[in-house]
């Protein structure tokens, strides 16, 4: 095989299916790189056997064939080359060239005979997304993925496409967030749970595509987007009854300006060391919400943001951690803290509307 590749699509690709590369040292095959001409094109892929990455880009085709490159020694290379066209030359048996300007690199090559074969998916159901709602969203519910393997359910997300409505959750047992979001022209129903990872990566890797397609097979999914095929494994099981999870009503209810909440947060959170709760009091009668924070021989924090209460008086305490992350991925400018009690879950959620919900388990006051 020898091709010649831009040199800035060949960082693309490679970027994109590096994803799939395992980091396992037992099957050295999975550590490389599939590139396979096709036409007038080049194929690359990657899988680490649980997910599997396929992209292509046209290139000039010298010598058709195929090899499996050091998958990240190739990339490696590739980003310090100069902007030119790459040449990657294979002729030799078991040895693979890649010269660029004035640069030359010699790099062992594994057999593609070894390599296992790109997985045929038929989906039985598909829906397409436009891309920026999907990353959006994805970015949204990933913090609250539970990177506990005990419990693999919680690893994934929820994802639920019907009556032209998008929703995605994700828990970790200590915060659950959800997140809906209306679909125009969208009528297929879909419901699965898809790795946290896999949902990240994805969002990370659609880039200019327009619109991203999701097909479910029986225990796979397939991302299709531009030139690159994403699959990755469903996660079985049965989601939480997250529904029975959200309070009904609230006895406290503060709404914030968010950028105000977010920045106090950060700031207090300096001194909640250790695991160190942050508490938040709120006081209807001044109109202001207290953080505050005291590590042992560390020392304190307090500071007030003013707030529109309605309800009573109430103090309760969160993981300071979990709370920044609520706040940080939050629609809109304002947002309402809701309490019921201080043993009881919090609910931070847009000032208006309910298309984002974020619920967080209270960190008991001693």
Known sequence: MKISIARGELLEALSVVS???SSRTTLPILSGIHVATHGDSVVFQATDLEVSIRTSCKARVEQPGQSVLPGKLLTDVTRSLPEAAVTIDTTVPGVASVTCGQSSFSMKTLSPDDYPKFPEVDASQTVVLPTETFSHVVHQ????????????ILT????????????????????????????????SDIELVVPGKAMEDVAKLIGSAETVSLGVAENQVIFSFGETTFISRRIEGTFPNYRQLLPKEHATRAVVDRTELLE???RVSLMAQHNTPLRVKISVADHTLTLSAATQDIGDAVEDVQVTPEGEDVEIAFNHAYLLDGVSVAEGDAVAIEVTSPLKPGVLKPAQGDGFT????????G
Do not use: H, N, Q
């Open 141 to 152: 519910v990933a913090r609250s993925v539970s990177r506990d393997e005990t419990r693999p």
């Open 358 to 365: 974020y619920l967080l388990m209270p960190v008991r006051l």
């Open 19 to 21: 994803r799939g590369l």
């Open 264 to 266: 106090a947060v950060k």
């Open 156 to 187: 994934g997300i929820l994802v639920v496409v019907e009556s032209g409505l998008l929703r995605m959750v994700a828990t970790d047992s200590y915060r659950l967030c959800v997140r809906e979001v209306p679909l125009e022209g969208v009528t």
